[in-house]
């Protein structure tokens, strides 16, 4: 059997606001958008006792055996929705401890596939439960749009939204999603929000906030470095930290800028991963 390949895109929060706490898990209001670079996720189903799951490609290195991949199909096997075995080899291109949503997005692209394929037979809201089992942030990429995610933890999706050009950037270090969270110890109050495709328009954006940036530009200062000298180059619209860092983005309105912006930054910073892109 050939393999089944697909694309597995990085998200991006655009905006990101913390509005509370459950007993596990802190409560957000976030913006969320999808960009052109991804990992490349390559299926076939084979004869053997267990699942073989490969990761190549630049950033492979540190991710172990318990993964959102093999957290997917343990809980398939469990829920007994699955009974055979597959060979799944990521290519790595979007970087751990980012922001970016990687993992994440692995499982759920992989969960999407098997769905789309008829491999396994669940509806929507199984899928969802069964995203939500494997990681909060699961759920977004099972529909790669701009989407809303709302203080009460539901999905608003928007299609055919305004395309922005990115520079991303990373440092040579991640940010711990569990540490960032530990330090939040004022949440932001929950807008009344009419949500609507405007809300991802250039002003608008302009004008949020990630509220967990402060947070890791006070631990790690060369991200509030980073930040200043992105904010110099070709005039960006803004510059924010997506998720819990540690990835900066510039957004740009032309391609032009983002590239010429991509080219200085390189300069100056010669050992940090940087990528320009665009939102899907």
Not at 116 to 142: C, M, P, Q, R, T
Not at 243 to 256: I, N
Request: glycine residues 4%; charged residues 30%; hydrophobic residues 35%.
């Amino acid at each position: 059997m050939n393999f089944n390949k697909i694309k597995s895109y990085a998200k991006i929060n655009l905006s990101l606001s913390v509005v509370g706490k459950s007993k596990k898990l802190h409560k957000i209001e976030s913006l969320v958008a999808f960009i052109d670079l991804y990992d490349l996720i390559s299926i076939k189903k084979i004869q053997s006792k267990n699942h073989r799951i490969v990761f190549t490609g630049k950033f492979k290195k540190k991710i172990n055996s318990n993964n959102t991949v093999s957290k997917l199909l343990n809980i398939l096997e469990k829920k007994k929705i699955i009974n055979q075995k597959f060979y799944i080899k990521i290519v790595k291109n979007i970087p751990q401890e980012s922001g970016l949503g990687g993992g994440s997005m692995n499982a759920a692209n992989i969960l999407r596939s098997f769905i789309k394929k008829k491999i396994i037979k669940i509806d929507k809201k199984k899928a969802y439960e069964i995203s939500n089992d494997i990681g909060s942030d699961v759920i977004l990429g099972l529909e790669p749009t701009n989407s809303i995610i709302t203080s009460k933890n539901k999905i608003v999706r928007f299609k055919k939204c305004k395309r922005l050009f990115t520079l991303i950037v990373k440092p040579n270090f991640g940010c711990s999603t569990k540490k960032i969270y530990a330090k939040v110890n004022k949440f932001d109050k929950v807008k009344n929000y009419k949500y609507s495709k405007k809300m991802f328009n250039f002003e608008y954006l302009k004008k949020m906030q990630n509220s967990l940036e402060e947070i890791a530009l006070s631990r790690y200062p060369v991200l509030k470095e980073i930040k200043s000298y992105l904010l110099k180059l070709e005039n960006p619209i803004f510059v924010r930290m997506t998720g819990s860092g540690s990835a900066l983005v510039s957004y740009y309105y032309s391609k032009k800028h983002c590239d010429r912006a991509k080219k200085l930054f390189n300069k100056e910073y010669k050992k940090y991963w940087c990528v320009s892109s665009k939102t899907i």
